[in-house]
Structure formats: C-alpha cells, structure tokens
C-alpha cells in the first residue's frame, strides 16, 4: 500500500512537471518580421523606489537582423539578446555600475493602444515600471 503511494505520488509530481513546462512559453529571438510592431525609437519612463528615470531606446534592423541600443543621455548601451514572450519585446543588456556589469533586463509590453515597460536589475533586486512612448 505504502509502495503503491509512493509509485501514485511520482506520477503525479511527473504530471505536474511536465504540465507545467508544457504550458510554459520560452523567449524566442526577435526577428524583422516579428518585432515590427517595436520597430523605432522609444522614450521609456519609469519609476523606482529611488524616484523616476527616463530612457531613450531605438530599435532598428541592420542586415537582417533587429538591433538596439539604450541611454540616458549621453552614448549608447548596445542591446546583446533581443527577444518576444508572448507580446512582449524583451530587451536584455549590461548596465555598468562603478566598474561592475549589472544585468538589466526591459520588457515592454503593449496594452490596448499604449506599451508598459518593466525594466529589471540584478535578477529583480531593483525593478523600475512606467510607459513606453513610441517617438512619432
């Protein structure tokens, strides 16, 4: 009896696991095609715990590919993985933090006629959220 729900409960722990991994949808690399829609340059304002910041993205392609780079003012971060989830662009770079790199994540994420952006340091340690804007 014991043995039977023990063989009962790995099942099930399979089950769930593999349920789950089903369901769940991986980043794929955007493409010219499928990040069209985010195509062009961004004002990214969003708000922390240490108060607001506003960003300057462009996203554009270049031989085939779709390439980006952030800043906040002066220069350029270039962008080293772009991807979709889902609808939403992720956007993954190096921010440099007195000589050390943090990795940021972006999000930007539309809803209805306007994009909401999350932007994650550090594996989340400090996350900043607001609007993206794109530049007409």
Do not use: C, H
């Given at each position: 009896?014991?043995?039977t729900?023990?063989l009962?409960s790995l099942?099930?722990?399979?089950?769930?696991a593999?349920?789950s991994?089903a369901?769940?949808?991986?980043?794929?690399p955007?493409t010219?095609?499928?990040?069209?829609?985010f195509?062009?340059?961004?004002?990214?304002?969003?708000?922390g715990?240490?108060?607001?910041?506003?960003?300057?993205l462009?996203?554009?392609?270049?031989?085939?590919?779709v390439?980006?780079?952030?800043?906040?003012?002066q220069?350029?971060?270039p962008?080293?993985?772009?991807?979709l989830?889902?609808?939403?662009?992720?956007?993954?770079?190096?921010?440099?933090?007195?000589?050390?790199p943090?990795?940021?994540?972006a999000t930007?994420?539309?809803t209805?006629?306007?994009?909401?952006?999350?932007?994650?340091?550090?594996?989340g340690?400090?996350?900043?959220?607001?609007?993206?804007?794109?530049?007409?």
């Open positions: 009896m014991i043995r729900l023990a009962l099942v099930l722990v399979g089950l769930v593999t349920t991994s369901s769940a949808q991986a980043p794929v955007a010219p095609e499928t990040a069209a829609a195509i062009g340059d961004w004002t990214l304002s969003a708000q715990d240490q108060g607001p910041a506003q960003f300057q462009s996203l554009k392609t270049e031989a085939g590919k390439v980006a780079s952030v800043s906040m003012g220069g350029g971060l962008i080293t993985d772009i991807a989830n889902g609808k939403a662009l992720l956007l993954s770079f190096n921010v440099d933090y007195q000589g050390s943090i990795p940021t994540v930007l994420t539309p209805g006629d306007k994009f909401a952006v999350t932007i994650s340091f550090a594996g340690a400090y996350t900043m959220s607001g609007t993206a804007e794109k530049k007409k």
